[in-house]
């Protein structure tokens, strides 16, 4: 069965600090996406990428970085965390064929303090 | 500027009643208009597409209706149980391979039994 894991579940951190948001996905998808969740916003993209070696901005890119070195990884980096990026991060994988259905992870929830 | 808007933020139906979500959206490009479904702790689940050729879905108890003048769209949720207390989100894009998806802010649904 597809399935995409996030780690860690939940993290705290403090402003000024690094924090990277891991996403493997075993579902052989080219695409992947991070998002954060807030209330009233639903789910806003941050950066995705078509494949391995790939990165394109979303939405809302300021302040986050991403890496994809591999089809299965793709990770999200804080390089100087503030308060406002407080938030549940959700990674998702999908295919470029059928359905364009969209599978995510379960969360990670980030306090940075 | 929010993309795709749904309403009620949030709505309270019996068990056995119709709950009506609903959604619109700003792009006139968008052609694809998937509905997915969250419970607390866990990462959003496709529900039910429709693309904007169609002006009704059916799966099971779960009905798209689609207006593609108006830029509008709901999701009925026939004879309402208590599990499916969850969040909804509307969401849209184009309907071609890497086309990312746009978010509305959700509707929390409560089902009382």
């Known amino acids: 069965e597809a399935a995409v894991t996030q780690s860690p579940r939940n993290k705290v951190a403090v402003t000024g600090g690094k924090v990277t948001l891991s996403c493997n996905q075993t579902?052989?998808?080219?695409?992947m996406y991070w998002y954060r969740q807030d209330t009233g916003h639903g789910l806003r993209l941050i950066h995705y990428?078509?494949?391995?070696?790939?990165?394109e901005k979303g939405d809302i890119p300021d302040g986050y970085k991403a890496s994809r070195p591999s089809q299965e990884n793709f990770s999200l980096i804080l390089e100087l965390a503030t308060p406002s990026q407080t938030s549940v991060y959700f990674c998702?994988?999908?295919?470029?064929?059928?359905?364009?259905?969209?599978?995510f992870g379960p969360g990670t929830r980030l306090t940075v303090l | 500027q929010q993309q795709v808007r749904q309403s009620p933020q949030s709505l309270t139906v019996w068990e056995g009643e119709t709950a009506i979500l609903n959604c619109s959206y700003e792009?006139?490009?968008?052609?694809?208009f998937p509905w997915y479904q969250q419970f607390p702790g866990e990462g959003p689940a496709l529900l039910i597409s429709?693309?904007?050729?169609?002006n009704k879905k059916e799966d099971g108890r779960f009905t798209i209706f689609f207006n593609k003048r108006e830029k509008k769209l709901s999701l009925h949720i026939a004879d309402s149980q208590p599990g499916d207390s969850a969040t909804y989100f509307c969401?849209?894009?184009?309907?071609?391979?890497?086309?990312?998806?746009?978010f509305g802010g959700g509707t929390r649904l409560t089902v009382r039994p």
């Open positions: 998702a994988s999908g295919d470029v064929w059928g359905s364009y259905e969209q599978y």
């Open positions: 579902n052989n998808h080219n695409n």
């Open positions: 990428s078509y494949g391995a070696g790939s990165t």
């Open positions: 792009n006139s490009a968008f052609d694809y």
């Open positions: 429709i693309l904007s050729v169609s």
């Open positions: 969401a849209a894009s184009k309907n071609n391979a890497g086309a990312k998806l746009t």
